[in-house]
């Protein structure tokens, strides 16, 4: 059993910037890949970055240049660094990790961009 927990959201204005954190509980952090994914209002779900276990990232083509995803396995922590930030990317961001077949997901946490 994996619990997922999410936390940094918040409001913050056109080209602002916030630093979201996935914290996962159990065992074998290190060996699965993790991922954020968000929906906005009125939308589906979607990708927006994943980093494999070796620390390879990947970013959806809308947020590419303008957030960085990290991972600390010590700290069994995903990061995921918005800079740049546009009204657009007002959604709930949802940490994800896939192991063994089976998708884990938090909470979410809400990200609100606005003036």
């Known amino acids: 059993q994996v619990q997922l927990v999410e936390s940094g959201g918040g409001l913050v204005q056109p080209g602002g910037s916030l630093r979201l954190s996935c914290v996962a509980s159990g065992n074998m952090f290190s060996a699965y890949g993790m991922a954020w994914y968000r929906q906005g209002p009125g939308k589906q779900r979607e990708f927006v970055a994943g980093?494999?276990?070796?620390?390879?990232?990947m970013y959806a083509s809308s947020v590419r240049g303008r957030f960085t995803i990290s991972r600390d396995n010590a700290r069994h922590t995903v990061y995921l660094q918005m800079d740049s930030l546009k009204p657009e990317d007002t959604a709930v961001y949802y940490c994800k990790s896939p192991r063994d077949g089976y998708d884990y997901w938090g909470q979410g946490t809400q990200v609100t961009v606005s003036s």
């Open positions: 980093i494999s276990s070796g620390g390879i990232a």
